[in-house]
């Protein structure tokens, strides 16, 4: 097992409380409720930085040095009571910081106690998976921490050997994981898990993954933490928080819109023999507009004019989806022979080319 950094707080960590009733009761200062009381949705402060939540100074010094000076609303609900060991059901919009949420904590009690496997997170898709592992990579490269990514598409054997090396942080998808267990059981250490992570929770508990779930549960120790992340509130999520005998921490953002307020949404009526003619005059007129505007960005500078905060060129990258994996494919052949720099990513593709399609997109973004 790869050595970590242990960090130890010479200072006694207070009696962990963390939530307020109600947003107008906070006046600046950390407002408390104790901890045993936390197990339905509170209001949280507006303001508050990641030193107050209880995070160690490394932690904080690494997300300076990546501009994240501030938590989000779902970092500042859920950070305090997962540091204090409570269960943890979140609900928040996608892109609102939920895998900070969970990784930061999770970072913090492996640096006091460094052992592998520490965590396990699970996500429903393979792309996500890979995320996370990268996200964990770079928040915990203080501690010289080691993830092992596993997931569908990749060689099981190369993933049982790395397993067996006892990481400190499994990301995988259910099914993979499952397979691992069932076929390599010697090569999984997972019987001292203190962390077991369910993201995107609403789609990891339906009954696709129910009995790769339950291979998975049986493999881990009963006594952990374990952490629920959602988008979408779902009556599965809603009836573990109810259950008889359960007190998790629950907090639930406002998601009753599941896409950030920024967004811009309009729809066009065209005929179907014609929809990609109009896509590409979507596409060129969009990449004009925006061309324009940073045109006017850069003569802006030049002159002494105070600009957008924007950097230019950072709004080029487009997404597009559509139903099947055949047409994602004839469309990128489309847009590639009309000029555009396009990548394709679907499930008809090799893993391996899904993650190089990937790269390349983030790498024009």
């Not at 898990?193 to 609403?202: I, P, Q, T, W, Y």
């Not at 599965?236 to 007190?247: C, H, K, M, P, T």
């Not at 139903?323 to 394709?344: D, H, I, P, W």
Request: hydrophobic fraction near 45%.
């Amino acid at each position: 097992m790869p050595k970590v950094e242990k960090r130890r707080s010479k200072a006694k960590r207070p009696e962990p409380t963390y939530t307020v009733e109600s947003a107008d009761e906070f006046d600046g200062d950390v407002v408390k409720v104790a901890a045993a009381q936390t197990t339905r949705e509170y209001a949280v402060p507006e303001m508050c930085t990641f030193s107050a939540l209880g995070l160690d100074s490394w932690l904080t010094s690494t997300l300076s040095a990546m501009s994240i000076h501030e938590p989000t609303e779902i970092q500042r609900a859920c950070i305090g009571p997962i540091l204090a060991g409570r269960d943890v059901i979140g609900g928040a919009n996608t892109g609102s910081g939920k895998t900070a949420a969970f990784a930061l904590p999770i970072l913090q009690a492996l640096a006091e106690d460094p052992f592998g496997v520490f965590a396990v997170v699970l996500t429903p898709t393979r792309e996500l998976a890979v995320q996370i592992g990268e996200q964990f990579g770079v928040l915990g490269k203080g501690v010289n921490i080691k993830v092992t990514v596993a997931i569908g598409g990749v060689d099981m054997v190369t993933q049982a050997l790395s397993l067996s090396r006892r990481p400190h942080i499994v990301v995988a998808t259910p099914g993979r994981l499952a397979d691992l267990i069932e076929s390599s059981a010697d090569a999984v250490h997972l019987k001292r898990v203190r962390f077991v992570v369910l993201d995107e929770a609403d789609r990891l508990l339906t009954e696709t993954f129910a009995s790769d779930l339950a291979v998975i549960m049986d493999a881990v120790p009963k006594k952990r933490q374990t952490l629920l992340f959602t988008a979408t509130m779902t009556d599965s999520i809603l009836a573990l928080r109810d259950r008889e005998g359960a007190q998790p921490f629950v907090h639930l953002c406002d998601t009753g819109i599941s896409t950030v307020a920024a967004l811009q949404q309009s729809y066009m009526f065209v005929p179907s023999h014609v929809k990609e003619a109009y896509l590409v005059h979507l596409l060129m007129t969009s990449v004009s507009r925006l061309e324009a505007r940073d045109n006017t960005r850069l003569a802006d500078e030049s002159s002494g004019d105070e600009a957008d905060e924007k950097p230019v060129g950072r709004d080029k990258s487009i997404m597009i989806f559509v139903g099947q994996c055949k047409t994602a494919e004839s469309l990128r052949v489309m847009l590639y022979e009309l000029g555009f720099r396009v990548t394709a990513l679907h499930s008809k593709m090799a893993q391996q080319e899904r993650l190089n399609s990937l790269g390349r997109f983030r790498a024009e973004a």
